[in-house]
Nanobody, 129 residues
Framework: VQLQAFGGGLVQAGGSLRLSCVAS???????????MGWYRQTPGKERELVAA???????TYGDSVTGRFTVSRDNAKNTVFLQMNSLEPGDTSVYYC?????????????????????WGQGTLVTVSS
C-alpha cells in the first residue's frame, strides 16, 4: 500500500489549509482501513499525533490542535483529510499521513489482514507570523 499526501504549503498565521492523503494498493484492492490519520514531526522532536479517525468515524485529536483542526475520511476512496484552521506558527512541521489495520483483497480474491503502519511521504506546512 502506498500513501500520497497533498496540500501542504505556506500560510500566514490565522489562515487555513486542507491536507488530503490517498491510500492506493500496489496490487489487488483495499477492502478496509481501520484507522487513518495525521502525525507531524519537527527537527529534534518526536513524531506526534495530530488527528486520527476510525473507519466508523470516531476521531482523536492532539491537545494542541483540538478545536482548530478537523479530520475526516472518505472510506470509499481510501482518503483521509485534515482541515486546519486558525493556524499558528507552532503548527509549522512536516505532516505525515498514516494508515493502520488494512484488509486487502488480492487479484485472486484472497483477503489479507495487515497490522502494519503505513506512512505517506510527508508534506511541509509552514505558518508565518
Amino acid at each position: 500500500v502506498q500513501l500520497q499526501a497533498f496540500g501542504g504549503g505556506l500560510v500566514q498565521a490565522g489562515g487555513s489549509l486542507r491536507l488530503s492523503c490517498v491510500a492506493s494498493p500496489t496490487s489487488g484492492r483495499i477492502f478496509r482501513i481501520d484507522d487513518m490519520g495525521w502525525y507531524r514531526q519537527t527537527p529534534g522532536k518526536e513524531r506526534e499525533l495530530v488527528a486520527a479517525v476510525t473507519s466508523g468515524g470516531r476521531t482523536t485529536y492532539g491537545d494542541s490542535v483540538t478545536g482548530r483542526f478537523t479530520v475526516s475520511r472518505d472510506n470509499a476512496k481510501n482518503t483521509v483529510f485534515l482541515q486546519m484552521n486558525s493556524l499558528e506558527p507552532g503548527d509549522t512541521s512536516v505532516y505525515y499521513c498514516n494508515a493502520h489495520g488494512l484488509t486487502t483483497i488480492s487479484n485472486m480474491g484472497e483477503y489479507t489482514v495487515d497490522g502494519k503502519d503505513y506512512w505517506g511521504q510527508g508534506t511541509l506546512v509552514t505558518v508565518s507570523s
